[in-house]
């Protein structure tokens, strides 16, 4: 509602409204008491049921992921991987182009993921690839995991040196 233009009428306004504020231009029916008086017992019910020391167990334990019932408990492990609802065949962007694929067992692997170009190599040669090593991806495309795209350094350094040769067309890119 838009303030009365009139002087006098935005006057009988501005109290009609500070009155209603007040809580004192209209007297409470005993209806509207009754219903405050039902919501404030139900509130006052619904805080004492949540400070019941056994519901409050109850919550806790099922924001733990335990539940009443063994069907909706959370068990380890039942999540992960293919399980997951979100499971996407387990690749997943880097957020800097590589794909990270899961691998939990695997000796370098970085919260059970490890980067697919490296797994990609590792197979092709059927050994764990050194930490030094580097896989470099010869059209500069990260995600483009297919083994004939891959090559191997076998030092950071040695990589390096490939990009910054002059006649290397992918010179900018750093890592590839
Ligand atoms: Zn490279």
């Given at each position: 509602m838009s303030a009365p233009k009139n002087q006098e009428k935005r006057a009988e306004w501005i109290k009609k409204l500070q009155e209603a504020?007040?809580?004192?231009?209209?007297?409470?029916?005993?209806?509207?008491?009754?219903?405050?008086?039902?919501?404030?017992?139900?509130?006052?019910?619904?805080?004492?049921?949540?400070?019941?020391?056994g519901t409050r167990k109850k919550i806790s334990e099922r924001l733990k992921g335990k539940h009443s019932s063994p069907e909706t408990?959370?068990?380890?492990?039942?999540?992960?991987?293919?399980?997951?609802?979100?499971?996407?065949?387990?690749?997943?962007?880097d957020g800097q182009?590589?794909?990270?694929?899961?691998?939990?067992?695997?000796?370098?692997?970085?919260?059970?993921?490890?980067?697919?170009?490296?797994?990609?190599?590792?197979?092709?040669?059927?050994?764990?690839?050194k930490k030094t090593e580097v896989v470099h991806h010869i059209n500069a495309i990260r995600d483009d995991n297919r083994i004939e795209?891959?090559?191997?350094?076998?030092?950071?350094y040695k990589h390096k040196k490939f990009h910054a040769k002059p006649f290397n067309l992918i010179s900018n890119i750093k890592k590839c």
């Open positions: 504020n007040l809580g004192i231009s209209r007297p409470m029916s005993e209806e509207a008491r009754k219903k405050i008086s039902v919501a404030r017992k139900l509130r006052m019910k619904r805080i004492g049921y949540l400070n019941d020391v408990e959370f068990k380890p492990g039942e999540h992960c991987g293919e399980k997951n609802n979100n499971w996407k065949g387990g690749l997943q962007n182009g590589y794909i990270r694929v899961v691998a939990p067992n695997h000796p370098f692997a970085v919260y059970g993921k490890i980067r697919q170009h490296r797994l990609v190599v590792e197979k092709n040669i059927g050994r764990i690839l795209n891959l090559y191997l350094f076998e030092s950071d």
